[in-house]
């Protein structure tokens, strides 16, 4: 098993910045994709963004592609979403996610773990 712990979401105002992160714990890998989803009220859980095991792959929506940046510390077993430029359509519920396979990272049903969630809410 395979545990995931979101923190840093919050209440910004749009253009603002927020840091997500997410800790891994229990039986993890040497190779693993982690990822970030997000689920806005109504709304299918869709990608925001992965990152391979080595950091050096990352892979964007193109709703985030350069306002969101992911980054991964292996030795702490941790995912960041830095979100910059923030807008109210960011707002949602922020997932963590752990994959094991090589397979499309955009697609949900490719990862393993979820964690529970975190909030985020951008006020216009």
């Known amino acids: 098993q395979v545990q995931l712990v979101e923190s840093g979401g919050g209440l910004v105002q749009a253009g603002g910045s927020l840091r997500l992160s997410c800790a891994a714990s229990?039986?993890?890998?040497?190779?693993?994709?982690m990822g970030w989803f997000r689920q806005a009220p109504g709304k299918e859980r869709e990608f925001v963004a992965a990152?391979?095991?080595?950091?050096?792959?990352?892979y964007y929506a193109d709703s985030v592609q350069g306002r969101f940046t992911i980054s991964r510390d292996n030795a702490k077993k941790t995912v960041d979403l830095q979100m910059n430029s923030l807008k109210p359509e960011d707002t949602a519920v922020y997932y963590c996610?752990?994959?094991?396979?090589?397979?499309?990272?955009?697609?949900?049903?490719?990862?393993?773990?979820w964690g529970q969630g975190t909030q985020v809410t951008v006020s216009s």
């Open positions: 990152i391979n095991w080595s950091g050096g792959n990352a």
């Open positions: 996610a752990i994959k094991y396979s090589d397979y499309d990272v955009s697609a949900r049903r490719n990862y393993d773990y």
């Open positions: 229990g039986r993890t890998f040497s190779s693993y994709y």
